[in-house]
Nanobody, 115 residues
Framework: QVQLVESGGGLVQAGGSLRLSCAAS????????MGWHRQAPGKQRELVAQ???????NYADSVKGRFTISRDNARNTLYLQMNSLKPEDTAVYYC?????????WGQGTQVTVSS
């Protein structure tokens, strides 16, 4: 079992930046898909960004050019750098790690962007 702990959320004004972190309790080498999802009130959870070991990164159209996903295998941590934040980015953000056998989710971290 792998535990994922997100951090870095908070309240920020529109145009500001935040960096989310997702720390795993063990090695992340095994995971071929690692990503960030978000869920706003009354909406379905959606994919924001992901790293696929075989094909690179991909982003939701709404965050392209503003968000950057990265991983640090030595620190067993996934990051999401969020710049030029907009009020519509307000949501709970979840990290997700997957391999052929398992899927793990973090508990979520709240991001609130004020206008």
């Amino acid at each position: 079992q792998v535990q994922l702990v997100e951090s870095g959320g908070g309240l920020v004004q529109a145009g500001g930046s935040l960096r989310l972190s997702c720390a795993a309790s063990g090695s992340i080498f095994r995971f071929n898909v690692m990503g960030w999802h978000r869920q706003a009130p009354g909406k379905q959870r959606e994919l924001v960004a992901q790293i696929i070991s075989s094909s690179g990164t991909n982003y939701a159209d709404s965050v392209k050019g503003r968000f950057t996903i990265s991983r640090d295998n030595a620190r067993n941590t996934l990051y999401l750098q969020m710049n030029s934040l907009k009020p519509e980015d307000t949501a709970v953000y979840y990290c997700n790690f997957r391999d052929a056998r398992d899927t793990f989710w973090g508990q979520g971290t709240q991001v609130t962007v004020s206008s």
